[in-house]
């Protein structure tokens, strides 16, 4: 069974600040996708990494696949209060981590 | 486009229940899926269907069914409702099962 982990599970910080979540797999994946969920609504697409090393950037996002394909990490650099919300990351056959739930604080 | 849309938005129920939440896309998605969010466990699959006329189990299938006649419907039926099947429901839509699209998604409260 494939299974992701993702931590930290909660994130508070200070605007301006940077951060990393990360999602760990013993499992390859094809694939990794990244979506951003807000309070009250359903999960929105960021981002999809392919290939293993892969670096993807979405303004001060910044997301990487794992040389092996088993991992993969999102960085936001200076953290906005528009970043909160929870952060989740799927793969495989439709399978999502935990998420990450963050807050950022004028 | 509207994209995803599930309703109803809110529902109570009340244990014994049943009921049929539902979910329509206008992408021509082959893929739907319906999910469940819990506090600190992510999204769970419920149940999937890669297109008309086949389905399949995800990881807590039990207590719920689904059809899919069309390509543009998924429902999802409690049969019997419990109080463990508070949660809110969403349901996607996608190309493969990659890059999915969601619905608002559906708030249960089971009593």
């Known amino acids: 069974t494939q299974l992701l982990e993702q931590s930290p599970q909660f994130l508070s910080i200070q605007e301006g600040e940077n951060l990393t979540v990360y999602c760990n797999s013993s499992?390859?994946?094809?694939?990794l996708q990244w979506y951003r969920q807000e309070p009250g609504e359903g999960p929105v697409l960021l981002v999809t990494?392919?290939?293993?090393?892969e670096v993807k950037k979405l303004k001060r996002l910044t997301f990487q696949f794992g040389d092996a394909r088993k991992d993969s990490s999102l960085h936001i650099t200076a953290a906005q209060p528009g970043d909160t919300g929870l952060y989740l990351c799927?793969?495989?056959?439709?399978?999502f981590g935990q998420g990450t739930e963050l807050s950022v604080k004028p | 486009n509207a994209g995803v849309t599930q309703t109803p938005k809110f529902q109570v129920l009340k244990t014994g229940q049943s009921m049929t939440l539902q979910c329509a896309q206008d992408?021509?998605?082959?893929?739907m899926s319906w999910y469940r969010q819990d506090p600190g466990m992510g999204l769970r699959l419920i149940h999937y269907?890669?297109?008309?006329?086949?389905?399949d189990q995800g990881e807590v299938p039990n207590g719920y069914n689904v059809s899919r006649s069309t390509t543009e419907d998924f429902p999802l039926r409690l049969l019997s409702a419990a109080p463990s099947q508070t949660s809110v429901y969403f349901c996607?839509?996608?190309?493969?099962?990659?890059?999915?699209?969601f619905g608002p998604g559906t708030r249960l409260t089971v009593t």
């Open positions: 996607a839509s996608s190309v493969s099962s990659y890059e999915q699209y």
């Open positions: 499992s390859v994946f094809s694939s």
């Open positions: 990494v392919v290939t293993g090393g």
């Open positions: 799927a793969g495989g056959k439709l399978i």
């Open positions: 992408m021509n998605h082959e893929y």
């Open positions: 269907s890669v297109g008309a006329g086949i389905t």
